[in-house]
């Protein structure tokens, strides 16, 4: 059994003293699977440890399955320390006349690097998150979507869902959005119409691979939840409220006299003014209109707080969730979230045209983002910051999944979040994006008759999704409007940000694209001209 002989991230720093290491050998995806790849981490935070088991397949039947590979070297090697000596007297700061402890870090020299070539991670200084439980992000996208390329499959920020209708067809979907863009809230839908039914495999992470027949198959390669707490109410999502009743872990939340926890857009059935909240931060009598000095809002729980729970106690978990083979993807969706311009759906005319449409994506920046300088960030296939190789070669990796004899998924596009003059949205959203699910069954299913040919794919008709029932009034008219001008920015703004990040490495086939593009959009402005 090899373990670490010769690693050389373990040559980047030394573990500081006094503080246990553990050992988690790791699986990620359903042990055995022909789709699933083993880690072993080394860490000296307890909380990575029981979030790992939480988020991963753990244990000694992984170590039993790496025993018994081909390569019992095979497998990826993950390095983290949060960088801070064990102490009997927890390390304090004072604030606000407190003292609280902190979280055990070491911010001014945090590392985080990845080696795909040598299949390895390492991570000094964080404890939180995706910065230190490694199968997650670092491996399972980034390290991950490099090993993809070379063995020939696809490692993707994506939710994967089951979906059924009321006749009771069955349809497995795939769909990337970045962060705050409710891919959890799909991924747990309840549908506002009847008989229609979504079942989670996923929320976060995805990996596709082609079977023998030319069906792309996929895997949830966690084995748990890692959920945005701040926005989920009963409203968003009942049912991942009803899971984090049970064996879940929260960071980074404020939490109650009564013992529960709370963050904002939460809707307790307590009132928050009679009832006492200690913040995030420690702050002990929290209420919701308080603000600092400067009249900055002080917020109860971290705006990036969480919740990990395991896929187990999800009440909407598809049945084939651990499935080793994996679920068939018949469509793929990505979106993002933009006031303007991108229309409420739309369907790719092809593969080459729907992989174009994956490297254009835009989004309004949010809270997990790195960069929150632009308002709208280019976020291609919402893995800008989960590349593991040169994005050119990534763009040319998925063109070359299309083969003959493959069932390529059908690609679409969605955009929830457009908004009207008053800063409304237009859309319901939540349980009645439904709706356009439906509308996506009947194009998987052929339905030539409720959808149009436009400059930027084909678009629903005026009557191809279902609204006489809706609760609220909406003007699907502007929703499905596609504007000329805007999207002649849109189209010089994608042409940039491919140019000033690809330069000679873009691919002919997105290059065609993009040109294309341009010349259906200046045929149609001619037109309304």
């Not at 045209?353 to 920046?365: D, K």
Request: aromatic share 10%.
């Amino acid at each position: 059994m090899y373990i670490y002989n010769n690693c050389s991230c373990l040559n980047v720093f030394r573990v500081p003293a006094g503080r246990t290491m553990y050992i988690i050998p790791f699986s990620m995806g359903p042990v055995g699977s022909p789709l699933a790849k083993i880690g072993i981490q080394l860490t000296d935070s307890p909380y990575v440890v029981a979030s790992m088991r939480v988020m991963t397949r753990v244990g000694t039947s992984v170590l039993k399955t790496l025993n018994a590979s081909p390569d019992p070297a095979a497998f990826v090697r993950c390095m983290h320390s949060v960088g801070r000596p064990d102490s009997k007297d927890a390390v304090q700061v004072q604030k606000a006349n407190m003292r609280l402890p902190t979280w055990p870090c070491d911010p001014e020299r945090v590392l985080i690097a990845h080696y795909p070539l040598r299949r390895e991670i390492v991570s000094y200084g964080s404890g939180y998150g995706g910065n230190s439980l490694l199968g997650k992000k670092c491996f399972a996208l980034r390290i991950a979507s490099w090993i993809g390329k070379e063995e020939g499959w696809l490692a993707e920020h994506m939710l994967i869902m089951r979906v059924s209708n009321p006749e009771g067809e069955v349809r497995y979907v795939a769909a990337a959005f970045p962060s705050a863009c409710g891919k959890t809230n799909l991924a747990m839908m309840e549908p506002a119409l009847p008989g229609w039914n979504v079942q989670c495999v996923g929320d976060d992470i995805a990996w596709l691979k082609f079977d023998s027949e030319g069906r792309l198959r996929a895997i949830n390669p966690e084995n748990g939840f890692f959920g945005v707490a701040p926005g989920t109410s009963k409203k968003t999502n009942p049912n991942a409220i009803e899971m984090v009743h049970r064996n879940t872990i929260f960071t980074n939340v404020a939490f109650t006299e009564r013992g529960d926890v709370y963050w904002e857009g939460m809707d307790p059935e307590y009132d928050l003014n009679t009832t006492k909240v200690i913040s995030w931060r420690g702050i002990p009598y929290w209420k919701p209109n308080m603000r600092t000095m400067d009249g900055d809002k002080i917020s109860a729980a971290h705006p990036n707080s969480r919740f990990c729970t395991p896929l187990s106690e999800c009440q909407v978990i598809d049945p084939l969730y651990n499935s080793p083979d994996g679920v068939p993807i018949d469509a793929i969706i990505f979106g993002g979230r933009r006031p303007d311009t991108i229309p409420l759906v739309f369907e790719a005319f092809d593969w080459a045209h729907g992989v174009f449409l994956g490297s254009a994506m835009r989004s309004e920046t949010t809270k997990a983002a790195a960069d929150v300088t632009e308002r709208l960030r280019h976020d291609p296939f919402a893995m800008r910051p989960f590349f593991g190789y040169n994005f050119g070669e990534y763009l040319q990796h998925w063109l070359n999944l299309e083969k003959p004899g493959r069932k390529m998924p059908s690609i679409f596009h969605v955009n929830w979040f457009l908004r009207g003059e008053q800063n409304e949205f237009l859309w319901p959203g939540f349980g009645e994006n439904a709706r356009i699910l439906e509308w996506i069954f009947k194009r998987l299913n052929g339905d030539a008759s409720v959808a149009q040919s436009s400059p930027i794919g084909m678009v629903p008709t005026s009557e191809g999704i279902r609204c006489n029932d809706l609760a609220q009034n909406v003007d699907m008219k502007r929703l499905l409007s596609i504007n000329p001008e805007l999207w002649s920015k849109e189209e010089e703004a994608i042409r940039m940000f491919l140019k000033e990040q690809l330069g000679a490495d873009c691919p002919d086939g997105i290059r065609a694209q993009l040109n294309a593009l341009r010349e259906r959009l200046q045929k149609k402005h001619s037109t309304v001209v």
